[in-house]
């Protein structure tokens, strides 16, 4: 091991590192799902967990909206100056009090979300304490560990903090009225996991003044990210949240049971493009191609593993995790459902790696777009009448539409590469 390592670049090194840490928090975010749900799914019964599970989806916008795309465009610049051995402070703080700001303008929206509508406005509770994952999400600088290239600490936090919720979950989640307790816990998790990782990192930054008129360029492209993530989300929190309003909370536990274990496969995939990204932010356009073709085939034998396992043992997987015959009943659109997972991680290549890495924003932007109102129309047209089915066949579909279009637009820039050398 240590010849191996003896042989590679320092950069090499780090991206193995840093992909090593990453991988310790997929690990996590793969695992206790196969273990939390079941177990949500159990004790609060289906349309409690489905409840649960659109609050989370509805989350997942707020997220995205303090987010503004700075993890990957603030991860970019951070990279970039840590390279040059620039100083880090004012554009850490930038981003910070953005972030901050952000925050409070979502929680301004969600209270005038769930006073306005009946049906938030009788689980009010659960929305509101659901927030304290976006507050946590926000002030945990993810995006300047991993521009500095040092995931240890997030990876110890994260650890920590994961375990925590999880066995809080066992210990005091016994019937359906405890599923105010999970956004409480997961919450909770988040913020403290936050104010930690904040901390840690005030001792590679000391305080600078904001200068966001300095920083424009710096906001376009990252508004420019921040509309590709909420077109992303219109891909997938949408159908979570539309099957919540036309299916109801039972349809959305049946979903969220498959999405969840779906979703845990889809992140085996990201701590290879976070761990890969710093170092090809740095590559030339040349090196970026090369890198490509050296990870595509990786990431389709892994991800036809996966959808391999799901298929043929769907319903052995559904029964040990779930024991619901009701569940078992949907197999079919589990198998269905399984087919996400390498394309997934087929189109986070270009999404999550490549495009990031060329600089292509207002390009992924567009991409995203297109996918997203896509989705959105074709959802409202299935959903409203085949419910679950129409759910599962928009994800399907609009994951496929997404696939073709990222592979159009890398085999053309490759052509274009080819044609300039």
């Given at each position: 091991?240590?010849?191996?390592?003896k042989?590679?670049?320092s950069d090499?090194?780090?991206?193995?590192?840093?992909y090593?840490y990453?991988?310790?928090?997929?690990?996590?975010?793969?695992?206790?799902?196969f273990l939390?749900v079941?177990f949500l799914?159990?004790?609060?019964?289906?349309?409690?967990f489905?409840?649960v599970?659109?609050?989370?989806?509805?989350?997942?916008?707020?997220?995205?909206?303090?987010?503004?795309?700075f993890?990957?465009?603030?991860?970019?610049?951070?990279?970039?100056?840590?390279?040059?051995?620039k100083d880090?402070?004012?554009?850490f703080?930038?981003?910070?009090?953005?972030?901050?700001?952000?925050?409070?303008?979502?929680?301004?929206?969600?209270l005038?979300?769930?006073?306005?509508?009946?049906?938030?406005?009788?689980?009010?509770?659960?929305?509101?304490?659901?927030?304290?994952?976006?507050?946590?999400?926000?002030?945990?600088p993810v995006?300047?560990?991993?521009?500095?290239?040092?995931?240890k600490?997030?990876?110890v936090?994260n650890?920590?903090?994961?375990?925590?919720?999880?066995?809080?979950?066992f210990?005091?989640?016994?019937?359906?009225?405890?599923?105010?307790l999970?956004p409480?816990?997961?919450?909770?998790?988040?913020?403290?996991?936050?104010?930690?990782?904040?901390?840690?990192?005030?001792?590679?930054?000391?305080?600078?003044?904001?200068?966001?008129?300095?920083s424009?360029?710096?906001?376009?492209?990252?508004?420019?990210?921040?509309?590709?993530?909420?077109?992303?989300?219109?891909?997938?929190?949408l159908?979570v949240?539309?099957l919540?309003?036309?299916?109801?909370?039972?349809l959305?536990?049946?979903?969220?049971?498959?999405e969840?274990?779906?979703?845990?496969a889809?992140?085996?995939?990201?701590?290879?493009?976070?761990?890969?990204y710093p170092?090809?932010?740095?590559?030339?356009?040349?090196?970026?191609?090369?890198?490509?073709?050296?990870?595509?085939?990786?990431?389709?034998?892994?991800?036809?593993?996966?959808?391999?396992v799901?298929?043929?043992?769907?319903?052995?997987?559904?029964?040990?995790?779930?024991?619901?015959?009701?569940i078992?009943?949907?197999?079919?659109?589990?198998?269905i459902?399984?087919?996400?997972?390498?394309?997934?991680?087929?189109?986070?290549m270009?999404?999550?790696l490549?495009?990031p890495?060329?600089?292509?924003?207002?390009l992924?932007?567009?991409?995203?777009?297109?996918?997203?109102?896509?989705?959105?129309i074709?959802?409202?047209?299935?959903v409203?009448?085949?419910?679950?089915?129409?759910?599962?066949?928009?994800?399907?579909?609009?994951?496929?539409?997404?696939?073709?279009?990222?592979?159009?637009?890398?085999?053309?820039?490759?052509?274009?590469?080819?044609?300039?050398?």
């Open positions: 091991m240590k010849l191996f390592f042989n590679l670049s090499k090194i780090k991206v193995f590192e840093n090593f990453l991988t310790i928090i997929q690990g996590l975010n793969y695992l206790l799902p939390v079941p799914v159990r004790h609060l019964g289906i349309s409690n489905g409840l599970s659109f609050a989370q989806a509805l989350m997942v916008f707020f997220i995205i909206f303090t987010d503004f795309g993890n990957t465009t603030a991860t970019r610049e951070i990279a970039r100056l840590h390279s040059e051995g880090l402070s004012p554009l703080f930038n981003v910070l009090w953005s972030r901050i700001a952000l925050v409070i303008i979502g929680f301004l929206i969600l005038i979300i769930t006073f306005s509508f009946d049906k938030f406005y009788k689980n009010q509770s659960l929305y509101l304490i659901s927030y304290g994952v976006v507050v946590g999400q926000a002030i945990f995006w300047f560990f991993q521009g500095i290239e040092k995931m600490f997030i990876t936090i650890v920590v903090a994961k375990v925590i919720f999880t066995v809080l979950i210990i005091y989640v016994d019937n359906s009225n405890d599923f105010i999970v409480v816990f997961n919450s909770t998790g988040f913020i403290i996991a936050g104010l930690l990782s904040l901390l840690i990192s005030f001792k590679t930054v000391s305080w600078k003044r904001p200068d966001f008129k300095g424009k360029i710096f906001y376009i492209e990252s508004f420019q990210m921040f509309v590709s993530s909420l077109s992303t989300s219109l891909v997938t929190s159908n949240f539309l919540g309003i036309f299916g109801g909370d039972f959305v536990g049946i979903y969220s049971s498959f969840k274990l779906i979703l845990a889809k992140n085996m995939f990201i701590p290879i493009y976070q761990a890969l170092f090809m932010s740095r590559q030339s356009i040349t090196g970026i191609h090369r890198y490509m073709k050296k990870i595509l085939p990786g990431v389709v034998l892994l991800g036809f593993s996966i959808v391999a799901f298929y043929f043992l769907s319903e052995s997987i559904l029964y040990f995790l779930y024991k619901e015959k009701v078992l009943e949907y197999t079919y659109l589990f198998k459902m399984s087919i996400i997972a390498l394309i997934s991680g087929l189109h986070m270009f999404n999550v490549y495009a890495a060329t600089r292509q924003f207002k992924l932007m567009w991409i995203m777009i297109s996918a997203g109102v896509f989705n959105l074709l959802s409202l047209s299935i409203p009448i085949y419910k679950i089915q129409g759910t599962v066949l928009s994800v399907v579909i609009t994951e496929l539409f997404l696939l073709v279009l990222c592979t159009i637009f890398y085999v053309r820039d490759v052509k274009k590469a080819t044609l300039n050398t």
